[in-house]
């Protein structure tokens, strides 16, 4: 059986340095560009990545300290697991595109 916790947090970590490469890249077209269209790329690039930090801490915390709450992050980690393929995959276009 797959444990579908630590895929969720492999995959999170995938996203992380995909998200770096866009946001390095969309820092650099701010320094050229420098519109409240790529400040706000940035951001939402940020945001996202902040969001798959907050993954990997939630696994190294919670999942790691507690039985009672690795049961229950048990319970939800093949839906935590099926949201970062799925953001895996429109990184990589965003990755692909971004980098055109």
Known sequence: MIDFMLAAVIFAFVNIGLLLVVVGTYIQNMMVIRSYYTSGLVLVASLLMLQNIVIVLFWSTLYMDDKAL???????????????????I?????????RR
């Open 90 to 98: 429109g990184l990589i276009i965003m990755v692909w595109i971004t």
């Open 70 to 88: 690795m049961m229950s992050a048990d319970m939800v980690s093949h839906y935590l697991f099926a949201i970062n393929i799925i953001q895996t």
